[in-house]
């Protein structure tokens, strides 16, 4: 089968063909373990290195080009840089916790959100090269640790590792409002992207307490945001 999927402005150079119509989170826990690690690192790889595509177009297709000068040209980046680590580290936690959850409904809903959090990735990346920027030097870090969470999270069991998708759509929500706030007002491409992203990670988080999440305990909640500091002031410069 063959799919057409496009990236960052949809522009008919950048439509990607996925010939093999298997997704980074189609559960392919039976495949052999050789073609099954040769599609894992793929998939990696392509999340790294800024290579996503996406399923729906771009929300700054819609929206006007606005002026910036130097310093907010560069801040804008480097949200946004911020922004697509982040979605680098939900490909990651949602290729792991899907991998390694019990439940169907489960995997289901991770599949299913990973791949909207592909868009978001496609569309960040895109934005920066259109402000003359780069991803994270970072990222196979981001990633590795991330997938490392993730499988931890899984190997919980299906209630916690909800519960910490649950908690994570919470703080992400909070640092996406946040980035509103920072944005120049005239770059209203960054903050269509922003916006809609943060209305999907809402979604996200409301499905993963349908599905049985429930509030972490404060220290881990804590622990959580320690570690998105740390992320979100590196990822800025980095």
Same mark, same amino acid.
């Given at each position: 089968?063959?799919?057409?999927?496009?990236?960052?402005?949809?522009?008919?150079?950048?439509?990607?063909?996925?010939?093999?119509?298997?997704?980074?989170?189609?559960?392919?826990?039976?495949?052999?373990?050789?073609?099954?690690?040769?599609? @894992?690192? @793929?998939?990696?790889?392509?999340? &790294?290195?800024?290579?996503?595509?996406?399923?729906?177009?771009?929300?700054?297709?819609?929206?006007?080009?606005?002026?910036?000068?130097?310093?907010?040209?560069?801040?804008?980046?480097?949200?946004?840089?911020?922004?697509?680590?982040?979605?680098?580290?939900?490909?990651?936690?949602?290729?792991?916790?899907?991998?390694?959850?019990?439940?169907?409904? &489960? =995997?289901?809903?991770?599949?299913?959100?990973? !791949?909207?959090?592909?868009?978001?990735?496609?569309?960040?990346?895109?934005?920066?090269?259109?402000?003359?920027?780069?991803?994270?030097?970072?990222?196979?870090?981001?990633?590795?640790?991330?997938?490392?969470?993730?499988?931890?999270?899984?190997?919980?069991?299906? /209630?916690?590792?909800?519960?910490?998708?649950?908690?994570?759509?919470?703080?992400?929500?909070?640092?996406?409002?946040?980035?509103?706030?920072?944005?120049?007002?005239?770059?209203? =491409?960054?903050?269509?992207?922003?916006?809609?992203? !943060?209305?999907?990670? &809402?979604?996200?988080?409301?499905?993963?307490?349908?599905?049985?999440?429930?509030?972490?305990?404060?220290?881990?909640? =804590?622990?959580?945001?320690?570690?998105?500091?740390?992320?979100? /002031?590196?990822?800025?410069?980095?």
């Amino acid at each position: 089968m063959q799919t057409v999927r496009y990236s960052g402005q949809s522009a008919p150079n950048s439509v990607v063909l996925i010939k093999s119509g298997l997704s980074p989170f189609t559960d392919h826990s039976s495949m052999p373990f050789l073609d099954q690690a040769i599609t @894992d690192f @793929d998939n990696a790889l392509r999340v &790294i290195t800024g290579q996503a595509s996406a399923s729906r177009p771009s929300p700054a297709l819609q929206a006007p080009d606005g002026v910036l000068d130097a310093a907010e040209q560069r801040h804008s980046a480097g949200l946004m840089r911020i922004n697509h680590v982040g979605e680098v580290c939900a490909q990651a936690l949602y290729d792991a916790q899907g991998r390694f959850a019990q439940g169907t409904p &489960i =995997k289901q809903q991770f599949a299913e959100a990973g !791949r909207e959090e592909e868009d978001h990735l496609a569309w960040t990346a895109e934005r920066l090269r259109q402000l003359g920027s780069r991803v994270s030097l970072l990222n196979p870090l981001w990633y590795a640790g991330s997938y490392a969470l993730g499988t931890l999270a899984a190997r919980l069991g299906d /209630t916690r590792s909800l519960s910490f998708v649950s908690e994570t759509e919470r703080q992400v929500e909070k640092h996406l409002n946040s980035h509103l706030q920072q944005l120049p007002l005239q770059d209203a =491409k960054s903050r269509a992207i922003v916006e809609q992203m !943060r209305d999907d990670e &809402i979604a996200h988080g409301e499905a993963a307490r349908s599905l049985g999440g429930v509030e972490m305990p404060l220290p881990a909640q =804590k622990a959580m945001q320690a570690m998105s500091k740390v992320m979100t /002031t590196v990822a800025y410069y980095i």
